[in-house]
C-alpha cells in the first residue's frame, strides 16, 4: 500500500538484511513522507493556554474541542486506511496525547465559544471506564453548563462491541453515560461504520440498545474507500441499517491526504456519483449523511455536485465547517477534474486566479509560520 519506491527501498534492506537501526530508520523516513498529520493539525490546530501549546488537544472549529486522552491513543482495530495512523506508530514526536484533566478542565472554562467536547484517539473506549470518568466527570460541574455535547469517536461499536455489553466494566460505562445524560449532557457515540456487514452481529446489535437505553445517541461515519465500500448499494444498505437499528447516519468521508490513501482513494467525481445514487435508494431519515466531505486544511469541504455553468463543467462545492466561521455554507466552484482524489487537487474555475478563502487562509497559515503546508 505505500508508494512503490518506498516498498523497493525496504525490500532491498530487508533482503541486505539491515540492521534493526537502519530498518527503523527507513521506516521513519519513508512515515515522514506518507504526510502523518494531513491539514496542518500540527502546525493550525493546537491550541495554547499561558503560552503554552496544549499537545494533546486541537480547536480548528470555534464550537468543538478535540482532547487526546493519553489512555485512548491506541485503537481495537489498526484499519490500514486510518487516518490517524501516526498516533500508533511509537513515535512520540508524531502523536497527540494528554493526560491533563485538570489543563482540559482549565481550557474548557476558559472558552465559552466551545459547546461540543469531542473525545478521540485512536479509540478512547479502550480506556477502562474509571479512566474515562476521570476526564469526563467534570462535565457536570456548573461553570461547565456551556459544554452541551459530548461526543466520543470509536470503532468499538462494530470492533469490540463487547465493551459496552460483556467487558468487566461495561456497565460501568454506562452508568457514566446515564450520569452525564442525567445531568443534562448531549453524549452522542460517533460510531465509525464502513459496511453493512460490520452492524450485523447480535453482540453489535445488543451493544446499539444498551447505549441508546442509557439516553446516548449514536452518529455513524466513515470513509469511502476503494476496494471496500466504493459502490452506492453498500452505502444506502448500511444507512438503512443504520436507520433501523435507531443509529443516525452523519458523514461519509473522503480517504484523507494521508498514509495509504493512494490504496483507497476514489476519485471525487466517482465519490459524487456514489453519494448521490446512496441517498437516492434512502428514505428521509437516512439522509442526514452528509458527504462527500474532506476534511482539508481551510476547513470541511463538501462535494454538493458536479454542473454545467455557462458552458464549463465544474464541482460545486461548500465548507461544512471553515476556519472562518463566515465561509461556511457559501458555494464556491472548482473546474471539473475527473482524476481529483482530494481538495489540493483542485482548481477554482471560470478562470479566477483563487478561490474566495485563499488570502485569508494564507494569513492565518503565515501567522503561525506555517506557510509550507502550501502545496507547490
Ligand atoms: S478504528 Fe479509526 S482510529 Fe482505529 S485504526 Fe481504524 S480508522 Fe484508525
Given at each position: 500500500m ?8 525496504m ?6 538484511q539491515g540492521?534493526?537501526?537502519?530498518i527503523e530508520?527507513?521506516a521513519?523516513?519513508i512515515r515522514k513522507?506518507l504526510?502523518?498529520?494531513p491539514?496542518?493539525q ?5 491550541p495554547?493556554m499561558?503560552n503554552?501549546k ?6 480548528k ?6 482532547f487526546?486522552?493519553?489512555q485512548g491513543?491506541?485503537?481495537h ?5 486510518c487516518f490517524r495512523w501516526?498516533?500508533?506508530?511509537g513515535?512520540k514526536?508524531l502523536r497527540?496525547?494528554s493526560?491533563?484533566?485538570e489543563?482540559?478542565?482549565?481550557y474548557?472554562c476558559?472558552?465559552k465559544?466551545?459547546?461540543?467536547l469531542?473525545i478521540?484517539?485512536?479509540d ?12 469526563l ?11 452541551q455535547t459530548?461526543r466520543?469517536?470509536?470503532k468499538?461499536?462494530?470492533y469490540?462491541?463487547?465493551r ?7 456497565d460501568?460505562l454506562l452508568r457514566?453515560?446515564e450520569?452525564l445524560?442525567r445531568?443534562?449532557?448531549?453524549v ?6 464502513n459496511?453493512w ?5 447480535y453482540?453489535?446489535q445488543r ?7 442509557t439516553?446516548?445517541?449514536i452518529?455513524a461515519?466513515?470513509?469511502?474507500l ?7 448499494e453498500?452505502?444506502?444498505k ?7 437499528l ?12 494521508t ?10 467525481a466517482?465519490?459524487w456519483?456514489?453519494?448521490k ?14 458527504g462527500?466531505?474532506?476534511s482539508?486544511?481551510?476547513?470541511k469541504?463538501?462535494i454538493q ?6 458552458g464549463?463543467?465544474?464541482f460545486?462545492?461548500?465548507?461544512i465547517q471553515?476556519r ?8 464556491f466552484f472548482?473546474k471539473y477534474?475527473?482524476d ?5 487537487d483542485?482548481?477554482?474555475?471560470f478562470?479566477?486566479?483563487?478561490f ?10 503565515a ?5 509550507n503546508l502550501?502545496?507547490?
Amino acid at each position: 500500500m505505500v508508494p512503490p519506491s518506498a516498498f523497493e527501498q525496504m525490500a532491498t534492506l530487508l533482503n541486505q538484511q539491515g540492521s534493526h537501526a537502519d530498518i527503523e530508520q527507513l521506516a521513519k523516513q519513508i512515515r515522514k513522507g506518507l504526510n502523518p498529520h494531513p491539514s496542518g493539525q500540527m502546525e493550525l490546530n493546537i491550541p495554547e493556554m499561558e503560552n503554552h501549546k496544549l499537545a494533546g488537544m486541537q480547536h480548528k472549529y470555534r464550537q468543538t474541542l478535540l482532547f487526546f486522552p493519553s489512555q485512548g491513543q491506541v485503537c481495537h482495530s489498526y484499519c490500514t486506511f486510518c487516518f490517524r495512523w501516526a498516533q500508533f506508530v511509537g513515535d512520540k514526536s508524531l502523536r497527540f496525547s494528554s493526560s491533563e484533566v485538570e489543563t482540559l478542565h482549565n481550557y474548557l472554562c476558559l472558552h465559552k465559544e466551545l459547546t461540543d467536547l469531542l473525545i478521540t484517539g485512536g479509540d478512547p473506549m479502550v480506556m477502562k471506564t474509571h479512566h474515562l470518568a476521570h476526564y469526563l466527570e467534570c462535565l457536570t460541574k456548573p461553570e461547565l453548563e456551556h459544554i452541551q455535547t459530548l461526543r466520543i469517536g470509536t470503532k468499538a461499536l462494530t470492533y469490540w462491541p463487547q465493551r459496552f455489553v460483556t467487558d468487566a466494566d461495561a456497565d460501568e460505562l454506562l452508568r457514566l453515560f446515564e450520569k452525564l445524560v442525567r445531568a443534562g449532557k448531549h453524549v452522542a457515540i460517533m460510531a465509525h461504520c464502513n459496511h453493512w456487514r460490520e452492524l450485523e452481529p447480535y453482540m453489535t446489535q445488543r451493544a446499539i440498545q444498551r447505549i441508546r437505553n442509557t439516553g446516548a445517541e449514536i452518529r455513524a461515519q466513515g470513509p469511502l474507500l476503494a476496494n471496500i465500500n466504493n459502490n452506492h448499494e453498500v452505502w444506502a444498505k448500511m444507512w438503512q441499517q443504520q436507520v433501523k437499528l435507531g443509529i443516525i447516519p452523519y458523514y461519509m468521508f473522503v480517504e484523507r491526504d494521508t498514509g495509504a490513501q493512494r490504496y483507497f482513494e476514489v476519485p471525487l467525481a466517482k465519490a459524487w456519483q456514489i453519494y448521490k445514487q446512496a441517498i437516492q435508494e434512502v428514505s428521509g431519515l437516512a439522509r442526514t449523511a452528509r458527504g462527500p466531505s474532506m476534511s482539508a486544511g481551510p476547513g470541511k469541504v463538501e462535494i454538493q455536485g458536479v454542473t454545467e455553468i455557462n458552458g464549463e463543467k465544474v464541482f460545486v462545492l461548500r465548507f461544512i465547517q471553515g476556519r472562518n466561521e463566515e465561509w461556511v455554507q457559501r458555494p464556491f466552484f472548482a473546474k471539473y477534474n475527473p482524476d481529483a482524489t482530494w481538495f489540493t487537487d483542485l482548481q477554482p474555475a471560470f478562470a479566477e486566479e483563487k478561490f474566495f478563502f485563499e488570502d485569508e487562509y494564507l494569513q492565518m497559515l503565515a501567522a503561525k509560520n506555517a506557510l509550507n503546508l502550501i502545496p507547490n
